[in-house]
């Protein structure tokens, strides 16, 4: 186990923004132990407040599904890959064919925008700064690098199978919201996996030394890659079919005990 690669949400983090204690203290041992430890979530570089301000981590952080690495010590973005405009309007009509009435959302490089429609009520404080998206208007000087397709009256998971073979010409989709219909998007060749093994490649580490941790679709690809890949039990069956592995639930703890584990078996080799 040369490096740790885990998802946030659902994997280590709760709907509450919190991680264990437990988690935490497994994560600081991995680099105490000389372990790289790197991050590889759907969130943009302003939602990572969990892993500043309860685990200490001022490391890289794989952003937005592998569309954005960010350096989270400089506050700065390390690389990028921006969606082309026109692919964007044309997965958009795509989808309001499929769905009409699909609400639609970008995320660039320094913000969000939003349709009217697309959040629920009283979540811009979650959101945080927004701005009012008009997809009838052009994008110009906006770095998209996840565009976003919310419906509220379909599953998750038929949404995602209905819209994906539609729109895989101009983006990648998947989604993260396990009870939301939400759909992310981004450049067709990107997705966690992609930016977790260049991270990798450029350290010398190849897959077989990677351990990875996930639990959502969004998670596949990644845990495919890893050498060694955790689905949490508590997660999407999509994750779950795809992974290697299976960690104990997120409510268990499960990425801090496999952790402890294998850090013990490290220290016995």
């Given at each position: 186990?040369?490096?740790v690669?885990?998802?946030?949400?659902?994997?280590?983090?709760?709907?509450?923004?919190r991680?264990?204690?437990?988690?935490v203290q497994?994560?600081?041992?991995?680099?105490?132990a000389?372990?790289?430890?790197?991050?590889?979530?759907?969130r943009?570089?302003?939602?990572?407040?969990?892993?500043?301000?309860?685990l200490?981590?001022?490391g890289?952080?794989?952003?937005?599904?592998?569309?954005?690495?960010?350096?989270?010590?400089a506050?700065?973005?390390?690389?990028v890959h921006?969606?082309?405009?026109?692919?964007?309007?044309?997965?958009?009509?795509?989808?309001?064919?499929?769905y009409p009435?699909?609400a639609?959302?970008?995320e660039?490089?320094?913000g969000?925008?939003?349709?009217p429609?697309?959040?629920?009520?009283?979540?811009?404080?979650?959101?945080?700064?927004?701005?009012?998206?008009?997809?009838?208007?052009?994008?110009?000087?906006?770095?998209?690098?996840?565009?976003?397709a919310r419906?509220?009256?379909?599953?998750?998971?038929?949404?995602?199978?209905t819209?994906?073979p539609?729109?895989?010409?101009?983006?990648?989709?998947?989604?993260?919201?396990?009870?939301?219909?939400?759909?992310?998007?981004a450049?067709?060749?990107?997705?966690?996996?992609?930016?977790?093994?260049?991270?990798?490649?450029?350290?010398g580490?190849?897959?077989?030394?990677?351990?990875?941790?996930?639990?959502?679709?969004?998670?596949i690809?990644?845990?495919?890659?890893?050498?060694?890949?955790?689905?949490?039990?508590?997660?999407h069956?999509?994750a779950?079919e795809?992974?290697?592995?299976?960690?104990?639930?997120?409510?268990?703890?499960?990425?801090?005990?496999i952790?402890e584990q294998?850090?013990?078996?490290?220290?016995?080799?």
């Amino acid at each position: 186990m040369r490096l740790v690669a885990s998802d946030m949400d659902g994997t280590i983090v709760g709907s509450n923004g919190r991680m264990s204690p437990r988690t935490v203290q497994a994560f600081q041992d991995c680099v105490a132990a000389g372990v790289d430890v790197v991050f590889v979530t759907g969130r943009p570089p302003r939602w990572l407040q969990p892993l500043r301000e309860q685990l200490g981590h001022l490391g890289t952080v794989i952003c937005s599904n592998g569309a954005l690495t960010y350096d989270l010590k400089a506050e700065r973005v390390l690389d990028v890959h921006l969606l082309d405009h026109q692919h964007i309007y044309e997965a958009r009509d795509i989808i309001r064919g499929l769905y009409p009435a699909a609400a639609f959302a970008a995320e660039t490089v320094s913000g969000f925008m939003i349709e009217p429609g697309f959040a629920d009520p009283g979540t811009s404080e979650i959101l945080g700064s927004v701005e009012a998206l008009a997809f009838e208007d052009s994008l110009p000087g906006e770095d998209v690098v996840k565009f976003l397709a919310r419906e509220r009256d379909v599953h998750p998971d038929e949404f995602l199978h209905t819209v994906r073979p539609a729109v895989q010409h101009l983006v990648s989709a998947t989604h993260s919201a396990p009870a939301i219909a939400l759909l992310e998007m981004a450049v067709p060749s990107i997705n966690k996996a992609v930016t977790l093994a260049e991270y990798a490649r450029a350290r010398g580490i190849p897959a077989s030394d990677v351990v990875a941790f996930g639990d959502m679709p969004n998670d596949i690809q990644m845990l495919e890659w890893a050498g060694h890949g955790y689905a949490m039990a508590s997660g999407h069956p999509a994750a779950l079919e795809a992974a290697n592995l299976v960690a104990p639930a997120f409510e268990d703890d499960g990425v801090a005990q496999i952790l402890e584990q294998r850090l013990a078996a490290l220290k016995t080799a």
